[in-house]
Protein backbone atom coordinates (compact mmCIF):
# COMPACT_ATOMS: atom_id res chain seq x y z
CA UNK A 1 0.00 0.00 0.00
CA UNK A 2 1.12 3.21 -0.95
CA UNK A 3 0.96 6.40 1.08
CA UNK A 4 1.47 9.60 0.24
CA UNK A 5 4.46 11.56 1.65
CA UNK A 6 3.33 14.94 3.51
CA UNK A 7 4.25 17.75 0.78
CA UNK A 8 2.75 15.91 -2.16
CA UNK A 9 -0.30 17.09 -3.72
CA UNK A 10 -2.76 14.74 -3.46
CA UNK A 11 -6.31 15.31 -5.09
CA UNK A 12 -9.62 13.08 -4.11
CA UNK A 13 -11.82 12.51 -7.22
CA UNK A 14 -15.49 11.41 -7.81
CA UNK A 15 -16.54 10.71 -4.24
CA UNK A 16 -19.13 9.02 -2.64
CA UNK A 17 -20.54 8.45 0.51
CA UNK A 18 -22.74 5.57 2.01
CA UNK A 19 -23.76 4.96 5.41
CA UNK A 20 -22.93 1.38 6.63
CA UNK A 21 -25.41 -0.72 9.39
CA UNK A 22 -24.64 0.64 12.15
CA UNK A 23 -24.77 4.51 11.20
CA UNK A 24 -21.07 4.66 10.52
CA UNK A 25 -20.82 6.83 7.31
CA UNK A 26 -18.42 5.33 4.63
CA UNK A 27 -16.62 7.64 2.43
CA UNK A 28 -14.86 6.79 -0.53
CA UNK A 29 -12.78 8.37 -3.19
CA UNK A 30 -10.05 8.02 -6.11
CA UNK A 31 -7.13 9.34 -5.31
CA UNK A 32 -4.25 11.50 -7.29
CA UNK A 33 -0.68 11.70 -6.07
CA UNK A 34 -0.10 15.45 -8.27
CA UNK A 35 3.62 15.72 -7.60
CA UNK A 36 4.11 12.00 -8.79
CA UNK A 37 1.73 11.83 -11.34
CA UNK A 38 0.20 8.86 -10.52
CA UNK A 39 -3.06 7.22 -8.92
CA UNK A 40 -2.84 6.21 -5.03
CA UNK A 41 -5.14 3.01 -4.25
CA UNK A 42 -8.54 4.13 -4.13
CA UNK A 43 -9.10 5.73 -0.70
CA UNK A 44 -12.08 5.87 2.43
CA UNK A 45 -12.23 7.62 4.93
CA UNK A 46 -15.10 7.07 8.18
CA UNK A 47 -17.27 9.35 10.35
CA UNK A 48 -19.08 8.03 13.09
CA UNK A 49 -20.93 12.01 14.04
CA UNK A 50 -22.75 12.54 10.97
CA UNK A 51 -20.06 13.57 8.86
CA UNK A 52 -18.61 16.50 10.81
CA UNK A 53 -15.30 14.57 11.87
CA UNK A 54 -13.78 12.33 9.57
CA UNK A 55 -11.27 9.50 9.67
CA UNK A 56 -7.83 10.33 7.46
CA UNK A 57 -7.94 8.89 4.56
CA UNK A 58 -6.93 5.22 4.12
CA UNK A 59 -6.06 2.57 1.24
CA UNK A 60 -8.75 0.49 0.38
CA UNK A 61 -6.12 -1.56 -1.78
CA UNK A 62 -7.83 -1.25 -4.79
CA UNK A 63 -5.96 0.05 -8.10
CA UNK A 64 -8.62 1.59 -9.18
CA UNK A 65 -10.59 4.76 -10.18
CA UNK A 66 -14.31 6.20 -10.00
CA UNK A 67 -15.35 3.53 -6.93
CA UNK A 68 -19.02 3.35 -6.11
CA UNK A 69 -19.82 1.34 -2.99
CA UNK A 70 -22.84 -0.15 -2.51
CA UNK A 71 -24.18 -1.84 1.41
CA UNK A 72 -25.20 -5.25 0.91
CA UNK A 73 -28.39 -6.26 3.18
CA UNK A 74 -25.30 -8.67 5.11
CA UNK A 75 -23.24 -5.47 5.75
CA UNK A 76 -20.22 -6.56 3.28
CA UNK A 77 -19.35 -4.06 0.61
CA UNK A 78 -20.05 -4.18 -3.21
CA UNK A 79 -17.98 -1.75 -4.86
CA UNK A 80 -17.60 -0.88 -8.58
CA UNK A 81 -14.59 0.40 -9.83
CA UNK A 82 -12.52 1.02 -13.23
CA UNK A 83 -9.23 -0.85 -12.41
CA UNK A 84 -5.73 0.42 -13.42
CA UNK A 85 -3.76 -2.59 -12.66
CA UNK A 86 -5.87 -4.60 -14.58
CA UNK A 87 -8.22 -3.84 -17.94
CA UNK A 88 -11.23 -3.08 -17.44
CA UNK A 89 -14.68 -2.57 -14.61
CA UNK A 90 -14.33 -5.26 -11.93
CA UNK A 91 -16.35 -5.60 -8.60
CA UNK A 92 -15.06 -5.99 -5.50
CA UNK A 93 -16.37 -7.39 -2.23
CA UNK A 94 -15.49 -6.03 0.99
CA UNK A 95 -15.73 -5.52 4.76
CA UNK A 96 -15.27 -2.45 7.27
CA UNK A 97 -14.09 -3.69 10.62
CA UNK A 98 -13.31 -1.70 12.89
CA UNK A 99 -11.73 1.00 10.52
CA UNK A 100 -10.47 -1.16 8.30
CA UNK A 101 -11.54 -2.12 5.24
CA UNK A 102 -11.08 -6.21 4.24
CA UNK A 103 -10.98 -7.33 1.19
CA UNK A 104 -12.53 -10.29 0.24
CA UNK A 105 -13.60 -11.37 -3.53
CA UNK A 106 -13.17 -9.75 -6.53
CA UNK A 107 -14.70 -10.23 -10.28
CA UNK A 108 -14.28 -8.29 -13.65
CA UNK A 109 -17.54 -7.38 -15.60
CA UNK A 110 -16.68 -5.81 -18.50
CA UNK A 111 -13.61 -5.08 -20.56
CA UNK A 112 -10.62 -6.95 -19.53
CA UNK A 113 -10.21 -8.34 -22.40
CA UNK A 114 -9.97 -4.43 -24.01
CA UNK A 115 -6.31 -2.74 -25.15
CA UNK A 116 -6.49 1.33 -24.34
CA UNK A 117 -9.36 2.17 -22.44
CA UNK A 118 -7.20 3.87 -19.91
CA UNK A 119 -4.24 6.67 -19.54
CA UNK A 120 -1.47 6.98 -17.75
CA UNK A 121 0.85 9.85 -19.28
CA UNK A 122 1.95 12.31 -16.67
CA UNK A 123 -0.95 14.74 -17.79
CA UNK A 124 -4.42 14.07 -16.49
CA UNK A 125 -5.43 16.00 -19.39
CA UNK A 126 -4.19 13.42 -21.54
CA UNK A 127 -5.19 10.40 -19.50
CA UNK A 128 -9.20 11.94 -19.47
CA UNK A 129 -9.31 12.57 -23.13
CA UNK A 130 -8.57 8.78 -23.98
CA UNK A 131 -10.46 7.31 -20.84
CA UNK A 132 -13.40 4.91 -22.68
CA UNK A 133 -15.55 4.02 -19.60
CA UNK A 134 -16.48 5.46 -16.24
CA UNK A 135 -19.29 6.33 -13.62
CA UNK A 136 -20.55 2.80 -12.46
CA UNK A 137 -23.41 3.32 -10.36
CA UNK A 138 -25.38 1.08 -7.75
CA UNK A 139 -28.53 -0.04 -7.43
CA UNK A 140 -30.54 -2.35 -5.23
CA UNK A 141 -33.82 -4.80 -6.79
CA UNK A 142 -36.45 -5.68 -4.82
CA UNK A 143 -35.46 -9.21 -6.30
CA UNK A 144 -31.89 -9.17 -4.51
CA UNK A 145 -30.03 -8.48 -7.27
CA UNK A 146 -27.80 -5.45 -8.06
CA UNK A 147 -28.17 -2.86 -11.36
CA UNK A 148 -25.23 -1.68 -12.56
CA UNK A 149 -25.20 1.07 -15.18
CA UNK A 150 -22.09 3.05 -16.73
CA UNK A 151 -21.25 4.76 -19.90
CA UNK A 152 -18.47 3.68 -21.82
CA UNK A 153 -16.91 3.94 -25.76
CA UNK A 154 -17.61 0.71 -28.20
CA UNK A 155 -16.56 1.02 -31.69
CA UNK A 156 -16.30 4.74 -31.52
CA UNK A 157 -19.71 4.61 -30.25
CA UNK A 158 -20.84 6.44 -26.79
CA UNK A 159 -23.24 3.96 -24.99
CA UNK A 160 -24.72 3.29 -21.58
CA UNK A 161 -24.33 -0.03 -20.27
CA UNK A 162 -26.10 -1.65 -17.49
CA UNK A 163 -26.04 -5.60 -15.97
CA UNK A 164 -27.70 -7.33 -13.68
CA UNK A 165 -25.49 -8.77 -10.71
CA UNK A 166 -25.80 -11.51 -8.61
CA UNK A 167 -23.77 -11.40 -5.29
CA UNK A 168 -23.26 -14.34 -3.30
Not at 24 to 41: F, I, Q
Not at 132 to 140: D, N, Q, S, T, Y
Not at 146 to 152: D, K, M, Q, R, T
Request: charge should be negative.
Amino acid sequence: MESPESSDRVFFWESKIVELADGCLLAVAWAYNDTASKDLPNQYALSNDGGRTWSAPASTGLAGQTLTPLVLADGRILSVYRRMDHAGLWANLSQVEGTGWINEDAAPIWGTETAGLTGVAHNMAQNFAVLRFGAPCLVPAADGTVFLAFWCYEECVSVIRWFRLAVE
